[in-house]
């Protein structure tokens, strides 16, 4: 790899916290950025053994890559001609060093007020769908239909004002005879069919 290749990937985390400069890393598509990333790794945790750091508080102060020994090939081409390749190498060097007071201070202060306004609103939603939901049971129970007692309830009465309703008689105490008459009828019809034939005679 070339120190021009990894220097495209160390201007992108130079200056930021080691965090965001991992994070960085991590979405990077150039092939630098994961030996960059293993080097920011090996650096945090050094700082972190030797010097009892927290990770948190520390940032990429300075980073930079230096040109190494070049390996130089040949690949034949043609009319017994040769064509030089060089593979080159780098340095690379990252250094970590912890935040100034002031810029702490000011992550701390914005850390705590984005951790209060979030349980603030967790709060209110919590509180607003409490009563959201009480809201909604008492409705359900106002517009419930009452409900017996244990043991059986006397049917309800009929309104006051509404007309008396009539019992029903079966339907043979109705019409008394009724099926008798019909059938005298029927047999009445035959009766004069047989006039009719007693008038042809």
């Known amino acids: 790899m070339s120190a021009t ?8 985390i130079r200056g930021q916290e080691v965090g965001r400069a991992a994070e960085i890393l991590r979405f990077c598509e150039r092939d630098a950025a994961i ?12 700082a972190e053994h030797n010097d009892s750091l927290a990770p948190d508080d520390l940032f990429v102060s300075a980073c930079f890559a230096d040109e190494g020994t070049t390996i130089k090939r040949w690949r034949p081409r043609a009319r017994g001609r040769a064509t030089r390749i060089r593979k080159r190498s780098c340095h690379i060097t990252v250094i970590v060093g912890r935040l100034p007071d002031d810029r702490l201070g000011r992550r701390r202060r914005r850390q705590a007020a984005d951790t209060a306004a979030l349980r603030a609103q967790r709060v209110a939603g919590g509180r607003r769908g409490r009563r959201g939901e009480r809201t909604s049971r008492e409705e359900q129970a106002a517009s419930a239909p009452p ?9 309800v009465a009929a309104a006051e004002g509404a007309p008396p309703v009539a019992p029903v008689e079966p339907a043979d105490s109705a019409v008394p005879g009724g099926s008798d008459a019909g059938g005298t009828g029927a047999g009445g019809a035959d009766a004069g069919g047989t006039d009719d034939e007693g008038t042809r005679e």
Do not use: T, W
């Open 35 to 46: 030996a960059v990333g293993k080097l920011l790794a090996s650096a945090v945790a050094n």
């Open 5 to 12: 290749k990894a220097r495209r990937v160390l201007d992108l």
């Open 147 to 155: 409900v017996a007692a244990a043991g059986g309830a006397p049917p």
